[in-house]
């Protein structure tokens, strides 16, 4: 298998004293990717190079993005025991669970995660 694969051998048959044997290798979608668009770089039709439009657009709207908050500012992670889906409200046109600067108890039920169909709220 290792050598189909280091001689790009697709289809590979062999019969040997009534042995019959076929080897087939598959290609994925995965091998077939060679870089992410964003990385991807064109050529203009004089041989020079561009980067992708779509990227220097991106960047260009990242530093328009506000400053995370820091951490001084009174803030407290609420770390969830599952893995899982997060619902900040109990059904899409329901108001949220809570909101920025809401005062909680650690009964408050703070958000709801999803976890394999089930669904468990989690508390302060």
């Known amino acids: 298998m290792q050598a189909m694969g280091r001689y790009s051998i697709r289809r590979l048959s062999l019969k040997r004293e009534g042995v019959e044997l076929e080897l087939e290798s598959v290609s994925t979608e995965a091998e077939k990717i060679q870089a992410p668009v964003s990385e991807m770089v064109y ?3 004089a ?3 561009h980067e992708n439009p779509f990227s220097a657009h991106a960047r ?3 530093k ?5 908050p820091s951490e001084e500012e009174n803030l407290l992670y609420i770390t969830s025991p599952i893995v899982g889906t997060f ?3 109990p059904a899409p046109n329901a108001s949220p669970f ?3 600067g ?3 108890s650690s009964e408050s039920i703070v958000c709801i995660i999803e976890a394999m169909k089930v669904m468990n ?3 302060a």
């Open 98 to 100: 809570i909101k920025a």
């Open 60 to 62: 260009q709207k990242l």
């Open 43 to 45: 050529e203009k039709s």
């Open 64 to 68: 328009n993005i506000p400053d995370v």
């Open 87 to 89: 619902y900040s409200q």
């Open 47 to 49: 041989g020079e190079q």
């Open 121 to 123: 709220e989690i508390k």
């Open 102 to 104: 809401d005062k909680v």
